[in-house]
């Protein structure tokens, strides 16, 4: 039970620099929402996006490295070694993405359509993102918590102020003060919004500077060639990863005519922020959880510890999908402030619950982690992948956005089961599945009733939720009791 102490502590702390600066950043989406600050709904899907690809080209420039050096750190003695090669490793590649992409940029523009514009501001944001990943890495090793979260947050602060100062303080301020004119461009909106991020990165990068001032620059060939062969598998888990999680939009753009592209994606974009609550808790628990399953792996019988983390998981998972569900329509309006985006609202309870499966399989991916079987996250991922783009191939023209929530959930319910299946085999963990199964099948039942039949009718939604939570208590109340004891 102290390790399940010690998961806690660390998934609170990290849960701060995690869930903290989301929420803080979740101010971006009444803010972009609002009218006026945009032009139009098609704006906020144009910057969607551009972010779709964002992700996809930041898990390109890590190549799984992270996970490579959390691996190592723990496995090797000689840990100075572990960090300096990982660090040469991405200032080199790092670097060189740098110039091949300010080269061709113009090409990269036109390739994807986005503005070149745009383009060079996220080259910029992606290098100085890239520069950052082993110093926080390095963090979370090293039992660093509080130094973590607070860079972190800080990042999200300075993003958030300045997107507030060029969004809606410079425009009033243009008009008053001969400066403040000569900067404000009309229409630039878009820019700023990158603008703010780049800056934000940059700030960042230097606060974690002093990491490659103390570390020792050791590059071991012999054992880069090792970590690469380890992070490879989680450079494709990754980019399958990106496909399922914010392709659609890149596909929605390319397959909805041209006229009506954008603005679905702007409604379908705002409306998935609604699973944010959801996204926060996985993210959270995924940063807790990751250093414990590695640093825990040689303990005594560490399986029915797993076991224990996954129940905790979909009982605190299934509380949040059913009262998210149950006032998502009181949520919505301070969350999105325009009306021109509660058309795509049909998708929250689909993407919550894509969102819980992805967490689940996060839990259930510590066998082939622990057991240097990445490849198996990189099968499944890859599999989850191929789902996802095959059925928005086959929906998005019959169903638009609808389809992608549905491919989202559905290839992250398949990458669940079959991360389950596999693990059974190669690593069995005691999962109590009658349990696990109890709480997933009443959560979904009493969302579905409560979205789809009784939307609105808080008189069976509240009482629904309440069920559930007494269910939840009294399944679980003596686990909790022995941990708060401890």
């Known amino acids: 039970m102290s390790g399940l102490k010690t998961l806690f502590k660390q998934t609170f702390i990290y849960g701060l620099a995690t869930v903290l600066p989301r929420m803080l950043s979740f101010i971006l989406v009444p803010l972009y929402t609002t009218k006026g600050v945009l032009s139009s709904v098609a704006e906020y899907g144009k910057i969607n996006i551009i972010f779709s690809y964002f992700v996809l080209f930041n898990v390109v420039l890590a ?13 090797d003695e000689d840990k100075d070694a572990v960090t300096g090669t990982s660090a040469i490793s991405l200032i080199i590649s790092s670097f060189l993405f740098f110039v091949i992409a300010l080269i061709f940029q113009n090409q990269i523009a036109s390739y994807i359509d986005i503005d070149v514009k745009y383009i060079n501001l996220v080259i910029w944001i992606l290098l100085f993102d890239a520069l950052v ?23 999200v602060v300075v993003n958030l102020g300045l997107n507030l100062f060029f969004l809606l303080a410079l425009k009033k301020l243009a008009i008053h003060n001969s400066f403040f004119e000569s900067i404000y461009k009309p229409n630039f909106e878009i820019s700023y919004i990158f603008i703010a991020n780049l800056i934000a990165s940059g700030i ?67 409306c998935y922020k609604l699973a944010l609550f959801m996204t926060l808790f996985a993210t959270a628990y995924r940063l807790g959880i990751e250093p414990y399953f590695f640093s825990h792996s040689k303990s005594e019988n560490p399986q029915n510890n797993y076991a224990k983390i996954l129940n905790f998981f979909v009982a605190f998972g299934s509380i949040i999908l059913l009262s998210v569900v149950v006032f998502a329509d009181i949520i919505k309006p301070i969350v999105i402030r325009d009306e021109a985006y509660y058309e795509a609202m049909w998708v929250v309870p689909i993407i919550l619950l894509a969102n819980f499966c992805l967490g689940i399989y996060h839990n259930l991916s510590v066998w082939y982690k622990i057991t240097d079987r990445t490849k198996f996250g990189a099968y499944i991922s890859v ?27 559905s290839a992250y319910g398949l990458m669940m089961f079959l991360s389950y299946y596999f693990g059974s085999k190669y690593y069995p963990i005691p999962y109590d599945l009658k349990k696990i199964a109890l709480y997933l099948s009443i959560s979904i039942l ?36 022995k941990l708060l004891k401890k």
Request: no cysteine.
């Open 133 to 155: 990943i082993i110093p926080f890495a390095w963090l979370r090793a090293t039992q660093r918590p509080m130094r973590y979260a607070v860079i972190k947050i800080f990042n």
């Open 204 to 270: 960042t990068l230097l606060l974690m500077a002093l990491f490659y001032t103390k570390i020792k620059y050791v590059f071991n060939a012999g054992l880069w060639k090792t970590m690469m062969r380890y992070a490879f598998p989680v450079l494709i888990a990754g980019v399958a990863f990106s496909i399922n999680e914010t392709f659609d939009r890149i596909l929605l753009d390319k397959l909805l005519p041209e006229n009506i592209a954008e603005t679905e994606i702007g409604m379908y974009s705002a």
């Open 383 to 409: 599999f989850g992948a191929l789902v996802t783009l095959a059925l928005n191939f086959w929906l998005i023209p019959v169903m638009s956005y609808k389809g992608s929530a549905i491919a989202t959930l």
């Open 63 to 75: 190549y799984g490295m992270e996970t490579a050096f959390f691996r190592f750190f723990n496995k």
């Open 446 to 481: 009493f969302s579905f009733l409560s979205f789809y039949v009784f939307r609105e009718n808080y008189l069976v939604g509240i009482p629904l939720l309440i069920v559930f939570l007494t269910i939840v208590y009294f399944s679980e109340k003596n686990q909790i009791k």
